[in-house]
């Protein structure tokens, strides 16, 4: 038996998380698209609700500070979370850009 040395070792695709989808069809069935304007809108509900709270907290409906504290922490840890996955993806597409073909 001889081994061909320019045909490599048969690995199958590793399944992504959540079964045995292929890197080309997401687990979930959405689109990348699909998926960053959905956690857009996740990000955007947060913001919404932070600034609601410093709303009530100032119109004196609440006083409850830790929580408007709290969800005014989570929404700005959110937002530069998205941030900082826009920076990486422009430094992709960046790096994209200058690839010689």
């Known amino acids: 038996m001889t081994i061909d040395p320019l045909q490599g070792p048969m690995i199958p695709p590793l399944p992504m998380a959540g079964g045995g989808a292929t890197p080309t069809q997401p687990a979930d069935g959405k689109s990348f698209s699909d998926f960053m304007i959905d956690r857009l809108n996740e990000v955007n509900k947060l913001q919404t609700e932070a600034d609601a709270g410093v709303q009530r907290l100032l119109t004196g409906e609440t006083d409850?500070?830790?929580?408007?504290?709290?969800t005014s922490n989570k929404a700005g840890i959110a937002f530069d979370m998205l941030m900082e996955v826009r920076n990486r993806l422009m430094d992709a597409y960046?790096?994209?850009q200058q690839m010689r073909v």
């Open 64 to 70: 409850n500070v830790a929580e408007v504290f709290a």
């Open 94 to 96: 960046r790096e994209i």
